[in-house]
Nanobody
Framework: QVQLMESGGNSVQSGGSLRLTCAAS????????MAWFRQAPGKEREGVAA???????SYADSVKGRFTISQDSDKNTVYLQMTNLTPADTAMYYC???????????????WGPGTQVTVWG
């Protein structure tokens, strides 16, 4: 069973940048897609960015041009580089893994505990 752990969340001023990291451990050869989701208080969890085993990437419209997902060559660490952050990006950010990429949270079978991103100003 693969385990995921996010890090890099912080409080940042509007217009700032953050890089989130998701480290996978355990049976890491079983996942095909790694994705970042976020959930703000009172809102549903939404997909932000995804990368598959062939490094094809997908982004939600709200983050295109501002966020970049990437992964290490061993495919066990995934990053989310976030730039030009706004208060609307404030949320708990989760990484998750699935057999194939989609924006449907229930398709993902392993989740990390999350890392908080707060954008102010």
């Amino acid at each position: 069973q693969v385990q995921l752990m996010e890090s890099g969340g912080n409080s940042v001023q509007s217009g700032g940048s953050l890089r989130l990291t998701c480290a996978a451990s355990g049976a890491t050869d079983n996942h095909y897609c790694m994705a970042w989701f976020r959930q703000a208080p009172g809102k549903e969890r939404e997909g932000v960015a995804a990368i598959d085993y062939d490094t094809e990437t997908s982004y939600a419209d709200s983050v295109k041009g501002r966020f970049t997902i990437s992964q290490d060559s061993d495919k066990n660490t995934v990053y989310l580089q976030m730039t030009n952050l706004t208060p609307a990006d404030t949320a708990m950010y989760y990484c998750a893994t699935a057999w194939f990429c989609s924006w449907v949270p229930s398709q993902y079978n392993v989740w990390g505990p999350g890392t908080q991103v707060t954008v102010w100003g």
